[in-house]
Structures are given as C-alpha cells and as structure tokens.
C-alpha cells in the first residue's frame, strides 16, 4: 500500500483547513506576556507563554501574538476602564484572539482581538496578596519605619522621572519654602520594562550621597502603570535602604507595597515635599514659639518688678512726707514747750527772788538788833545768788532756742539744703528717678523753683551728688 505524501502548500493548506474547523471562532487564552515590541505602524507583537513552574525553568509553551493596529485602540480602551494600563513584559492576560496559520512562513500565530482585563487585576492582586504576606513574615514592613529622621533634613535624595510633572511639583515646592535645601536627584523610569532595575539603582545612588533622608515620588496612574511599586526588588530596596524613605506616589485607591515598606508615605509628590518642608521647620517653629514665650515671660516679670518698684516709690515718698510733717509737729510742740518753760522759770525765779527779798526784809527787821553784820553778809549772799540764777535761766532759754533753730526745717534749708520734688509730688532722691523732661520743683529757703531735666547721663558718674 502506497504511503500519502503531500506537497509543502497541501499540507499547509490541509493544517489551515484543520484548525478552522477546530476554531472555527475566536477563543480565548490565559499566559504572560513576554517579549512585547511595537512597530513604527502601531502594530504589537509578543510571545504568550506558560510560566515556568518554578523561576529560571524555560517555558513550557509559546505562542506567538500579534496585534494589530485596527485592534489596538478596542483593546487599549478596554485596559485603561479597567485602571490596568499598557501591556508590559510580565503582565498575565487573558485574551481573545483568532488561531491563524500562515503558510508562506509556516508557523501558528493568534491574531489577538480583546482581552478581559479582570483577568489581569485578579492576577496583579493575587500576585500582589502574596508577596505581601511573604514580605510582612520576613518584617520588612517594619524596617524602614525604625529608621530616624535627622531633626533638621536639608540634605534630600530625590528618585523619579526627571523633567517629568512629579518632579517639577516636588521642586516647586522645596523651591517656594525658602529655605536651604541640597537635593541630589537621581533620574529613574517609573513605569515599563526598565522601571524596576532603575528605581532601585535610583535608591541606592542617592542613599551613596549621604542625604538624610530621600523621596520616591511619581505622579498619578493606572494599577498597571503603578505595579512597579509593588515589585519585590523595589520594595525591599526601599526597606532596607538605611536612610528614611517618604514616597509620594499618585494613587487611584490602595497604597503600594513601597508605600507600606517607607518610613512616611503622602499621597502625592506635592505632599510628599510639604511633608519633608515641615520636618524641617518643625525646630524653627519649636525656637520661634520658645523665643515668645520668653519674651512673654520677660514682659511680665518686667511689669510686675516695674509696678513693684513705683509701689514702693510711692510708699516712700508719702512715709517720708508724713516723717517730714510729724518732725515739723514734733519741733513746733518742742519750741511751744521751751517757750513756756522758759516764761514758767522766769516767772518762778522772779517769784523767788520777791519771796526772797520779802523773807529778808523780814528777817532784817526781826533779827536787825540782833546783828547788823549778818545783816549785810545776806545781803551780799542775796545780791550774788539772784544775778547767778538768772544768768542759769537765760543760759537754759539761749539752749532751748539753739535746739528749736537747729531742728527748724527753715533753717537747715537757710544753710543751703532743699528738698526736689517730682510735678506728681514725689521726692527724688536718685537721678534714676528722674529722665529728660521731668519736670522737678525744688524748695529752698524763701520759696520754691521750678525746672526741667536736660541732658540726663545714662548712668551716674561715681561721686556724684543725688
């Protein structure tokens, strides 16, 4: 029996014919993406392979896909409803396609048509879920947290997109707080293929430069577009950095991995900067408010001691006024007493001198015949006692006026003394009670002059006169 043999384009055309009949509709097919280009004519092409079942194995099957432009846009505006973004290297689908088999080159290609981007988020979250749990057994989440901030962070690491809008916000900001930032900025891809290896050479190339503390910032984006942040590589680069990570990151809904993994995580660059400027202004303030509360403080105490000080300027003066004017009673009663004692003593030393010449004249006549020569002898006695006593009177009335003049307030004036008041009436009895323009009223012995300070020294000169 003789054997069946086909030509190359029967056989082609018999395998065609099979797999139409096979699917003969669009059927759809799970895998990953790998090795996905596009053309200059917005065509996409990759390979759809069964992920090995452990890393580093080859794939157990490939099949190559191709996307053409006419369906690019159907397919794009189902990924991007769905937040998953652009397809990437990596990235599990599942996608609609049509089996076709080309002759002239002689290989099986699935001309892709749709994609259910559900697929591709469960996959992500799963994915997502996993290293997740992985990570948080490990404790990486609580590493970069533990780590301290400087208390004044002007030394910044900046990782992202440079010239990108995330970028200009950040520096925007750092610009507008006028402060004396140093940013050391590292450029880094933050969505694609290369995303992942740059981001983490970013991280470590400004942590070489011995900031304090650094900043991962991106702008807004799908999940897709976002998935770099929740790579294993990133995330533990940014937990075991050794240097305080704050990310700000555009975010639809949840936190990435990064964000759980940083020290500080704000919403977007813009916050992220706020966040970091804070910091920095935190001691500032803290020195400002201290500084206030000093002053405060020093305001009252100044105008308690200064209240303190005029209440007992006051006192003062009115105890010495009213030592003044008690002195004055105390020198009138003294004059007024010397006065009459000195009137009651001559008038005493009189009625003696009388009593005595009537006792005499008494005696005389009664004791005349008894002897002429005692006679005479009181007679001399009576003449030498009267001018001697009066002599002690007016010798004791000449004291008591001497005192009363020393005591008088108008005689020591009279030696050139006086006594300065204030227009207020208080007493001044230091030049630190007085300033330029006090107006002064002093009293001397025939009357009052009034004057005005001019040309007060700033402190006394030693000897001075008060």
């Not at 000195?342 to 002897?371: Q, Y």
């Not at 004791?396 to 003049?405: D, F, H, K, N, V």
Request: with cysteine.
């Amino acid at each position: 029996m003789d054997e069946t043999t086909y030509g190359v384009a029967e056989l082609a055309d018999l395998i065609g014919n099979q797999l139409a009949r096979v699917f003969p509709e669009d059927v759809w097919v799970t895998g990953e993406i790998s090795g996905l280009s596009r053309s200059g004519r917005g065509h996409v092409y990759f390979d759809l392979v069964e992920p090995p079942p452990e890393p580093g194995l080859p794939a157990p099957a490939r099949l190559a896909v191709v996307l053409w432009n006419s369906n690019r846009e159907i397919v794009n505006r189902q990924l991007t409803r769905a937040g998953v973004g652009r397809m990437v290297d990596g990235m599990q689908v599942r996608l609609r396609a049509v089996v076709d088999f080309y002759p002239q080159q002689g290989r099986l290609q699935l001309r892709m048509t749709g994609v259910d981007p559900t697929h591709t988020l469960s996959q992500l979250a799963l994915e997502r879920e996993q290293l997740h749990k992985k990570l948080a057994l490990e404790g990486v989440f609580d590493r970069n947290p533990a780590t301290l901030v400087p208390p004044v962070p002007y030394r910044i690491g900046l990782v992202t997109s440079l010239g990108s809008a995330a970028h200009a916000d950040f520096m925007s900001e750092i610009h507008a707080s006028a402060m004396s930032w140093q940013v050391f900025e590292a450029d880094a891809r933050v969505q694609g293929d290369d995303a992942e290896p740059t981001i983490v050479a970013a991280l470590q190339a400004v942590a070489a430069r011995r900031v304090d503390l650094v900043c991962l910032v991106r702008g807004g984006g799908s999940r897709g577009d976002l998935a770099v942040f929740d790579s294993e590589s990133v995330v533990r680069t940014v937990a075991d950095l050794g240097l305080p990570v704050f990310t700000g990151i555009g975010h639809e809904i949840d936190a990435s991995l990064a964000d759980e993994a940083a020290h500080t995580a704000t919403k977007t660059p813009t916050a992220c900067a706020q966040t970091v400027i804070g910091l920095a202004r935190r001691p500032h303030e803290a020195g400002v408010a201290m500084w206030h509360g000093i002053t405060r403080a020093a305001d009252r105490i100044l105008g308690e001691a200064t209240a303190d000080l005029h209440g007992r300027a006051h006192r003062g003066a009115r105890a010495t006024d009213a030592a003044l004017a008690l002195q004055g009673q105390r020198l009138a009663s003294a004059r007024a007493a010397i006065g009459r004692e000195a009137k009651r003593a001559a008038r005493e030393a009189h009625g003696r001198v009388g009593v005595a010449a009537a006792r005499v004249g008494e005696l005389s006549v009664r004791r005349l015949d008894r002897s002429s020569d005692r006679l005479a002898d009181l007679g001399h006695r009576l003449g030498r006692e009267a001018p001697r006593r009066l002599d002690h009177a007016d010798q004791l009335l000449s004291a008591y006026q001497s005192q009363i003049r020393l005591l008088d307030p108008v005689n020591t004036m009279a030696r050139g003394w006086s006594i300065t008041r204030a227009a207020d009436g208080t007493t001044v009895r230091s030049v630190g009670d007085v300033a330029d323009g006090t107006e002064l009223v002093t009293q001397v012995a025939d009357g009052r002059i009034s004057s005005r300070v001019h040309g007060m020294p700033t402190s006394p000169s030693p000897g001075d006169d008060s």
